[in-house]
């Protein structure tokens, strides 16, 4: 019993880290219709800036904030300067650009960096919760990622939901020419929406790095699993993509724990082949019954 | 108020519209008539900066507007209410009432106003638009247009798809918006009896051109005219 425990804890903590990230995509295929290949990459950046940072100031809530400025940057200008000229253009364009970017950023990384992957500092202590006799998968730095997790999806809700600005950004991702027709500043809404964007991958990249140590490609599996939890979930649906990304966390945490771990990758794209085939909207998607 | 001098779209090898003048003053209603691709659509995308001209010009309240960006003439007081209504179905009757007074921030109408306007609308506020009837939807985007208290509205097709009791409803609200608002009204229909009867003045389209310019009266008594671009 204490073993399912365990995998239902692991699969939350390392679920909200998929939801961060599934977070990241959803954000930017909403605003802008792209999917962003290199979000990857961007958060693999940020990370390492954030290590210099923490390496700098001795301060891990330095280099925290400081990752989280950086992918607000990083989105707005990536969008901006790189994005903006293909938003009118065939899909396949805006593919080409972000695969480019991944491919850029991933080269850029080892020439800096090099290759080998070095460790990155939790913000907790990494030892488990000791209830009873035993000792838990489940210590303080898992309830730091839920609750950070958690707390910006929160936030993220209330921006959309709640603020003139939130409208705007919706306004501008549901049908962005009636938006222009009504003064809303559609560009800088796109912008807008890259930058915050970004700055939930920056999150899910200082929040994995202690477990997957920090390289060029060791991001490369957590975006995969982001990908599966934003479909999952829902592409259109931010809260879709936190609940695609607990859900997947748990089911990816069930398949290890009981199966072993090499099996986990194969289960993640089994779930997103099932989600293709059975319900391509993801979890979330609404029925869109014609209304007159 | 609002002069269009002369105006050219052209999408690709294709004038849709071809040297078009016109004129409409504060408190009046100028109905632009015509067939299917006759160019009434294009000439209010070019006017609301949707689509850029390739010659002429257009100049609101005395200031060229031309060239500027589709939010900055919004913002100069010109606003387009487009073909098929442009409701986002996603946000709800309050949201899109919302949207269309933000940019004018305080001095927004408020939107209890719109609700005196249309009732309908105040009975379903909550309600995504995707749930409106379709003359629901166009009241809906009229009072959109609304909250930014424009001074001139463009109208495109506004009785598209409507069951003629709500076309007249609409029209006679067009009409008396432009009398107690004094705002200009260019009003895009294909339907032109409907518009004929409430407009102060009547342009008629065909292939981009303008064929005809004249009183709406005198316009409506042209048998010959109406039987050749109007179809009654």
């Known amino acids: ?292 | 108020m609002l002069r269009v001098e002369r105006l050219v779209t052209q999408y690709g090898p294709v004038r849709a519209v071809d040297e078009v003048s016109l004129e409409v003053p504060a408190g009046s209603v100028v109905a632009v008539l015509g067939a299917n691709g006759a160019g009434k659509t294009s000439l209010l995308r070019t006017i609301s900066g949707l689509v850029r001209p390739a010659g002429g010009r257009v100049v609101f309240d005395e200031q060229e507007i031309t060239r500027l960006p589709v939010e900055d003439i919004v913002r100069r007081g010109l606003s387009h209410v487009p073909e098929g209504r442009g409701v986002i179905v996603e946000l709800t009757v309050a949201e899109n009432l919302r949207l269309g007074g933000l940019w004018r921030g305080r001095e927004a109408a408020p939107v209890e106003e719109m609700y005196e306007l249309f009732p309908r609308l105040r009975e379903r506020r909550g309600q995504p638009a995707s749930r409106l009837s379709g003359g629901e939807r166009q009241m809906l985007s009229i009072a959109r247009a609304l909250m930014g208290r424009p001074r001139a509205l463009l109208l495109d097709e506004p009785s598209l798809g409507l069951a003629p009791r709500v076309v007249a409803q609409i029209m006679g609200m067009v009409r008396r918006l432009a009398d107690t608002l004094g705002l200009a009204v260019l009003l895009v229909e294909q339907n032109a009896r409907s518009a004929l009867s409430i407009a102060d003045r009547g342009l008629v389209l065909n292939l981009g051109r303008v064929v005809a310019d004249r009183d709406a009266s005198t316009l409506a008594a042209d048998e010959h005219l109406r039987h050749a671009y109007l179809g009654f």
Do not use: C, H
């Open chain 1, 1 to 292: 019993m204490t073993k399912f425990l365990d995998f239902t804890l692991n699969g939350i903590s390392t679920g909200a880290v998929y939801a961060a990230v599934a977070l990241a995509l959803v954000l930017i295929w909403r605003a802008t219709r792209v999917v962003n290949f290199a979000q990857g990459a961007m958060l693999m950046i940020t990370t390492f800036i954030a290590s210099a940072v923490i390496t700098k100031t001795g301060s891990y809530a330095v280099g925290f904030v400081v990752a989280l400025l950086a992918g607000l940057l990083f989105g707005a200008v990536v969008e901006r300067v790189l994005i903006r000229p293909v938003e009118g253009a065939p899909p396949l364009n805006a593919v080409i650009v972000t695969l480019g970017l991944y491919t850029l950023l991933l080269a850029v990384a080892g020439m800096i960096w090099g290759t080998t992957p070095r460790a990155f500092p939790a913000a907790f202590s990494l030892r488990g919760y000791r209830v009873g006799g035993t000792t838990l998968l489940f210590g303080p730095n898992d309830t730091f990622i839920v609750a950070v997790v958690v707390g910006v999806a929160i936030l993220l809700a209330l921006l959309f939901r709640g603020t003139a600005l939130g409208l705007q950004m919706r306004a501008a991702a549901f049908n962005p020419e009636v938006a222009r027709l009504l003064g809303t500043r559609v560009g800088r809404m796109f912008t807008l929406g890259w930058a915050l964007a970004a700055a939930a991958g920056s999150l899910a990249g200082v929040l994995v790095a202690p477990s997957v140590f920090l390289g060029p490609n060791n991001f490369d599996p957590i975006l995969i699993s982001g990908f599966v939890a934003a479909v999952l979930g829902g592409l259109d649906s931010p809260p879709g993509a936190v609940v695609g990304g607990i859900v997947l966390g748990l089911a990816l945490s069930y398949v290890s724990g009981y199966e072993g771990s090499a099996l986990a990758p194969l289960a993640a794209l089994v779930i997103l082949l099932l989600v293709l085939m059975v319900r391509p909207g993801g979890l979330f998607s609404a029925a869109k019954g014609r209304e007159v």
